[in-house]
């Protein structure tokens, strides 16, 4: 019955895909058929409900960001890693930079991508080590052994990756930054190549619901990171776009531009929606549709 | 035992006063004894718990921005009124007015300051008018009819609130803001000096909780008033450290440079807690220290 | 013969006026009839060269910023007054004032507004004052007693200032600015609102060239006040424009947008072009055509 | 005589040096010794007149932007080189980008570094076509066959060139730089650390008061080409204290971080300045005291 319930949802969104568009900045994304549209949700107890196109892969994009985030708080601890990275949400977009250079100051926030670069700079390992930790990572909270990247994708992003280039030898000249650039970018572009289904970010969505529960060592408390983790989705998940999202929806969510959305609600359940299509923020059109109707039908609003 | 949990709270964050002070950029605020302390927390069911000074008068300065943001959502509606002010948080201090000027865009949410003299703009009514709505409103939502504003305050914030003025004739200039300057701003610097206690906050806070319960009409449904003012609180209740509040606290919250904090969990408590030093944020140094320890041991944190 | 010269290239730049517009954001200089072009040269031996309308009334508008200037450095000298304003030029538009909320910096320099409005608080004298002082100084150094201010401009551009109103009170604000705002508003806006012809501007531009032979006492040099007004126009008098005229002309200008240019080259001419036509920077759009030539045919491009 | 003259003003401006600090920010500048001082003076008739350390070898910097805008409007004509860079003078410092993010919009002018790295990639050839033009061109105006650069600091300036990694990548992204960043950027570096002596600087000025005779084919006529160097040399070439520099000196001049000021009046003379300790906007400081005394006791203020 609650599947029932999210076809009518897929139905009843389906025509907003027509209003958006798949990224183009990114060549290798620009071919995703725009018309895909999937859903899953876990409850907290594992159970999956599925609809639509809930097993098609796409690109992580930055919804790895929220990946990178949990593995830096593990690695060095809640103080630190906040001494690198600011935990404010800006109404600036994704790629923004200008601040940066006017103030000094370091990235607002870990869901724009300097701000992410910092993130995935601090998680331990050289550049092939901190890739395997961040795969692995990915394939043990979604479980799923099976997830790779996409090789076209992150060729494609690192070739065409020049404001991320610019954002990070800003951070390097301002001494925001450690590390060699070119490395970490390369981490970071191949992160965003990650491939997920929809049933794959509910089950990160119920990871985080269930409040992290992780055998791995680190500085940071299960609980604690988790709470951190839903806190940022609710405050800067959505891009430029995450307070009127707070208001709408009111479910801590995480964008990608590969069309994806990873929701969690703490002790309840994990989503994962799909449906390349963006707005003009770079959310998935559809998806922000879905949500709207998930978060008023099952009354899932934490607000 | 609840109270005397609240006492043992007060104890333990008295010491942060030291580090805060008093807002000085309004000569009458910098009067305040800035060793008050003081918490009330009301359940959903009315019944109130206090501690330390729960009973002394404060001026409710930032936090009349949530009360005028109901009346003016209850006065044009969703659609209307976020067609004229934003609901994305910002990095920016509440006293920004830059972007307006590069980008012509409007103010980023209502609890900016910007945003907040709209919102006063969009209330019905003249200016005596206006007044009368946001003061009797409180004094029915906090259940207290002998609210009244600090003359003294209003005055001062009246005679050295330039930097309100340069925003106002930015936005008039811009075709933002509609109505005369003068009397818009009176209006706001006087919502700004209503007096209320930590108990009136709570009670505040309450009503938000309960769901707004109304009888008032108006263009737009309590619930859904509701969860629009929880959300906002989230993501822009605490000046530009709301980020890291929500990191940290968890709780919706609104804190005004009286040292007022006002805050409410959905379908919970409503809390209120006054101290007057403040953090170079302009939040209660003591108060969040307060909301911390709240959140921890009333285990209160929505994320 | 050179009368001559300037009603041919009258005839040559007559069809950029269909390019331009008339001030539109001052309702009074709207209603300016755009056809108007004119002409006047003053050789440094005070011959006069006329051709068009150089006889027609049009307010000085920005024009008035280096009388101001003149004035405040009399009145302040040189160290004082550059502690107030500075001296750089901008790329931001006339009327910009992101720069001051952003970086509590002075204005950039005193041909734009906020440094306008410094430089007239900074004038000797009450309200009244200073206006006499204004209008006499001009009288003085154009040789023409006759001259008045517009009234309908002057109400019409104190109805409509409030970006200015936004800009001194920004200033207020920031402890840049000293005295009444309104007052100073008023002189400011009364001051742009005098009228001149090209004649009058030929004039004015004869007396910097001569290095400002005043009887004056003063703070400064009559011939350290003329090297600091005719560098200013260089590098200032063209609003945003000013680097690629000073490129494109080589004449040591200032605009205004009433149509107005003044001109001076030092120990050589002063001229005066009128035309209310303007581009996109608020510069006489026939009158930078009518410049460029003067520059090119009569050998005057100082670099 | 004028020699006398010329050591009596480096003997008067030596103890600036104390006030100043050598370029740090690269390496290989920082281990300058900042006790150098020397001018040159070249009359339009060529005879060289000089004083104090006029023979000591220092790397050009940024006085190079005013070669690299030589070649590249000669390469590409007036009109398609301002259709890629600006010609307004900015209050911000030379190593601006934010801008660019905010706006969009083509760097401001060519003496800025986003604007002379485009410049740079606007002048004809490959890598090394390009420096090997710069270096001719160079040795061929200074009249001095033997220049050539200094490995060490070009070394170190692309070893610490990650601000300039960051302006270059971000104007990539724009569409506003085409070509290999890493490739302009090289040529760029090196160009800076080219070797030149204070003789050689009033050579090159004289070369542009001369109004630039070359046979040199090309898109611009020599004179037009001379009238435009010499105008963005007086509204940019000093940095953010372009402005300032005007009002007080009146000479066009360019300076560099390697502690060299270049000046020209035209068809007078050419100067070059040479003393390595900077004050904050990265100028010479006894440099800048040398030239205003120069302009009042030689008489050179051109305004």
């Known amino acids: 019955m609650l599947e029932k319930k999210l076809e009518n949802i897929i139905k009843k969104n389906r025509h907003l895909i027509k209003e958006g568009h798949v990224a183009d900045y990114i060549p290798a994304l620009s071919k995703v058929d725009p018309n895909y549209i999937g859903i899953s949700i876990s409850d907290i107890d594992g159970n999956i409900y599925k609809a639509g196109d809930y097993n098609t892969k796409f690109t992580i994009q930055s919804i790895s960001k929220i990946i990178g985030l949990m593995l830096a708080l593990k690695d060095n601890g809640e103080d630190y890693y906040f001494s690198k990275v ?3 949400p800006t109404d600036e977009p994704f790629n923004t930079l200008y601040k940066m250079d006017l103030k000094n100051q370091k990235p607002a926030n870990p869901m724009i991508n300097s701000g992410a670069i910092i993130t995935t700079s601090l998680i331990k390992g050289n550049k092939e080590e901190k890739f395997n930790r961040i795969i692995e990572f990915i394939r043990l909270i979604a ?11 992150y060729l494609s992003e690192k070739y065409t990756g020049d404001k991320n280039r610019a954002i990070a030898y800003l951070m390097k000249s301002k001494g925001l930054l450690e590390g060699e650039v070119e490395d970490i970018l390369d981490t970071y572009f191949k992160q965003c190549s990650i491939e997920v289904t929809a049933v794959d970010l509910a089950k990160i969505g119920l990871f985080i619901a269930r409040r992290c529960p992780l055998d791995l060592e680190g500085r940071i408390e299960n609980e604690r990171m988790a709470a951190i983790v839903t806190a940022i989705m609710t405050t800067c998940g959505m891009y430029d ?3 009127q999202y707070a208001a709408t929806v009111g479910i801590p969510s995480k964008s990608g531009v590969g069309g994806g959305i990873l929701a969690t609600i703490p002790n309840k359940l994990g989503i994962g929606v799909f449906s390349p299509a963006l707005d003009k923020f770079g959310n998935s059109i559809a998806g922000y549709g879905i949500m709207k109707d998930l978060s008023r039908e099952l009354n899932l609003n934490i607000f």
């Not at 052994?145 to 076209?152: A, D, K, L, R, S």
């Open 241 to 243: 776009f995450s307070g």
């Open 143 to 153: 479980e799923n052994p099976g997830i790779t990247y996409n090789e076209e994708v």
């Open 86 to 88: 600011g935990c404010e």
